[in-house]
């Protein structure tokens, strides 16, 4: 399994409670998955997906997200698609055209397509091994968020009599638990729960003084990353949008005043990293699944600890430190008990009034923030002290001790996070499904300049090793030679075997390609690669002691004797110097090619 999650997904290791799911759902087990948002719930069906015979469906309620989350299995290679309403009858009679030949490992599906009578025959006719309730907590009324629609999901045992199920949420709540046990008839699944810490988020109360000057210093501390600024009105957030772009940042406002048109353009500028900063009401959130959000400020009092709660946990779903801060004022209750006096229901009224007054207590708090945020939730076997709020941490910066905090080079980091930008753009899709920061980051740490050092890098599977590795490759080549900067060992990885996997798979298919008589063109069309990336594997491939003809491949000898005395001058079998000495009459291609016969014939 390890050397699959390295293979596919690029990681290392599994995240807490993961590689249990995935070893039940194998043993044919249904479950329940309780993880907090970034606890990594997908990949729990995601992995057994890839080895389940048939197709896993997925529900999920978000038809926003499906997009993203199918691009993402892409970027890996991995076979996925969806079906909702943003697709027309010949899009979606191409998708099930694909499915039904089992070329889709996983397909997402709205909940409310279940109900058309269509949909049900299609899916009879299908062999589906899994069926994973994404949101699960939808399926319950006694939940923040539940869709009717969910209640179509029962008629899925029928349909498909032979999957098994595993549900998934986020929501902490007891009774929302048992009703989802209930309604999705899951008599025999185990229960998973992780607690709903989030290791990686440090929590800050600061008075509510000078709200702009304050924020402008907490976002200049992250440069071009992204951020939340939570806003009580819509003027407000508006006019916070208006002040921090002429504070030299990129903000735009989301609110449900907006027309739709313009807020999925704010969204989608912000999920593109078009924008840094969203100044947003709470209808901002729901549907965003960016994560890469490093802050997430409240400048107004907010209207209760869940809401809080889930506010702040869009920030660091990647894992790596992120900071929750709330711009505290007790003042801030008046704007509240404005919109509670015109509610009628009294008991109503009271509800609304302790919420506040919880919110109040945690601004007000002099003991651990964490402590009280998961307290509230039933979680109570904490740490006295957290090391990571304001309270337990004072004065100095807030930092999250328990995180994978690395050393890295700032500017190559923003060199790759820009040509990370571009390449999503030209794709269409966002900057993340290319390659999460922490991988960015790693490869600004050690500096991978071969296809093995790359494949040991965070996030680097297979499909993404052949994708963008030999471009990331190039843009640290061309960073770290005029500074003489080496790769840094060891690599950061924990699993050597899993990362030859991931190479040699790659570089077999394009041996095999290589060795049936096809040319290094040939071989690059076939796989859908650049012919750099070709000699590059071959180059692998022969350093790793495979054989293969290599007289095939073609310098004329005069020119490579020119290669090969730029390479003995420049003292290595670096391309950038040796290209350098060469001019530009050498293109890199024949450089690199000259390199691999020089390597084959010593
Ligand atoms: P959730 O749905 O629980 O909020 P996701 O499935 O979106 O969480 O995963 C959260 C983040 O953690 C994603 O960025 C994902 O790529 C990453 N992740 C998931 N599993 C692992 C793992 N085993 N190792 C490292 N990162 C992981
Ligand atoms: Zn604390």
Known sequence: ????????????????????????????????????????????????????????????????????????LSANG??????????????????ESQVAR???????????????????????TLEVSLLAIDEAHCISEWGHDF????????????????????????????????????????????????????????????????????????????PKQSAIVYCLSRKRAEKMALDLNKNGFKAACYHAGMTGVQRSRAQEAFIRDRVDVITATIAFGMGIDKPDV??????????????????????????????????????????????????????????????????????????????????????????????????????????????????YDKALFEILRDARRRLAEDQGVPPYVIFADKSLQQMAAYYPQTVSSMAGIFGVGREKLERYGQIFIDIIKEYCVPLNLPEKTPRPVTSDRAVKTAVTST?????????????????????????????THLETALEGGEKFDWSGLYVPEQRLANIAEAFKNSGGFLLAPARALLGEEYDYDEIRLARLIIKARS
């Open 507 to 535: 570089v077999l298919a394009t041996l095999d390609l290589f060795k049936s008589n096809k040319s290094l063109k040939q071989t690059a069309d076939l796989r859908g690669l650049k012919t750099a990336q070709i000699i």
């Open 294 to 407: 490093r802050l997430v400020a409240h400048v107004d009092l907010p209207k209760s600890v869940e809401g809080y709660y889930q506010e702040t946990g869009r920030a660091g779903r990647d894992g790596l430190p992120s900071r929750c801060l709330l711009f505290f004022s007790k003042g801030d209750v008046f704007k509240h008990e404005y919109f509670i006096c015109q509610i009628q229901d009294m008991d109503e009224r009271d509800r609304l009034r302790r919420q506040v007054n919880d919110v109040i207590k945690y601004g007000e708090l002099k003991t651990c923030r964490r402590r009280y945020l998961l307290g509230y939730f039933g979680e109570t076997s904490l740490r006295e002290n957290c090391g990571a709020c304001d309270i337990c941490c004072p004065k100095a910066e807030v930092k999250t001790p328990e995180v994978q905090s690395l050393v």
């Open 147 to 222: 869709r009717p629609e969910y209640r179509n999901l029962h008629v899925l045992r029928a349909i498909c009599p032979k999957a098994k199920i595993i549900a998934l949420t986020a929501t902490a709540n007891q009774r929302v638990e048992q009703d989802i046990l209930r309604q999705l008839n899951l008599n025999r699944a185990r229960v998973f729960k992780s607690g709903f810490d989030r290791p990686n988020l440090s929590y800050e109360v600061l008075p509510k003084k000078q709200v702009l000057q304050n924020l402008v210093k907490e976002l200049e501390k992250i």
């Open 1 to 72: 399994m390890l050397d699959k999650l390295k293979k596919y997904f690029g990681y290392d290791g599994f995240l807490p409670l993961q590689e249990e799911v995935i070893d039940h759902i194998m043993r044919g087990q249904e479950a329940l998955v309780l993880m907090p948002t970034g606890g990594g719930k997908s990949l729990c069906y995601q992995l057994p997906a890839l080895e389940l015979p048939g197709v896993t469906l997925v529900i999920s309620p978000l038809i926003a997200l499906m997009k993203d989350q199918v691009d993402g």
């Open 78 to 95: 991995i076979k996925a698609a969806y079906i909702n309403s943003s697709l027309d009858y010949s899009e979606i009679a191409m998708v």
């Open 102 to 124: 089992g070329e889709i490992k996983l397909l997402y599906l709205a909940p409310e397509r279940l109900a058309l009578p269509r949909v049900q025959s299609f899916l009879r």
